[in-house]
């Protein structure tokens, strides 16, 4: 299925979450991105996002899309997109029974390898420096944040995003969900974004799971393969 592209984050949202992957284990997600213009087509196709714990708290990770372009009566075209890489880490994790939540810092790079001729990048590498945090209140979860992004170059502007999700796990696979955002305009002559999203994930079984979101403009579906030994779905 095609969607429009987001600023990457936690499958199948754009706000990400303060969990992270558990020390030696991976988490790798195959994804597809798209979005109808007034032109034609363009998204990811496909996508691979892979998350390592390299110390307990601390989560590496990696993604690599190739983007895609199909104009109405033209052929499609397909080129690398912009990598991002990052680290996030959990300096505060709660026990059991306390109050306050999870927290992790995430900063990302996105390094600009991309194609610039089918606008798949900048030219310039980008940062984020965002603030996560997580509260879990039996079948429920909630988590959220926001973070600045460093956005280079010219027309472009440095500009901020916020976003909130909450999921309930209705049954042993199925969870749904719903997210708030809101970011600021990223460059000369482009508006704020506020949206909404509602989400499902469905664990197809202990290592196989199903994701997707959709809103009025984009539709997505991941699929996500766990390396062994994983015992859980990080939303």
Known sequence: MLLAKPVFAGPPFRTDDPEPVE???FEMYLFSLGTRTADGWNGILPGLEVNYGALPNLQLAAIIPQGYVVPDGGHASFALEDIELGAKYRFITPGENDWFPQV?????????????KFDFS????????????????????AYGGG????????????????????????????HLGAEAFHQTSPSSGVKETTGFDVGVIYDLSENWHLLGAADMRR?????????????????
């Open 23 to 25: 020390f030696q284990h």
């Open 104 to 116: 992790a810092v995430y900063p990302q790079i996105l390094v600009p390898v991309g194609n610039q």
């Open 147 to 174: 973070g600045y992004w460093i956005n280079p170059g010219a027309g472009n502007k440095n500009y901020g995003f916020l976003g909130a999700a909450l999921w309930r796990k209705v049954d042993d696979r199925l």
């Open 219 to 235: 539709y997505k579906v991941t699929v996500a393969r766990r390396g062994d030994p994983v015992t859980r779905c990080n939303a």
């Open 122 to 141: 900048t030219g310039h590498a980008q940062i984020y420096l965002p603030v996560l945090l997580q509260k879990d209140s039996g079948s429920w979860t």
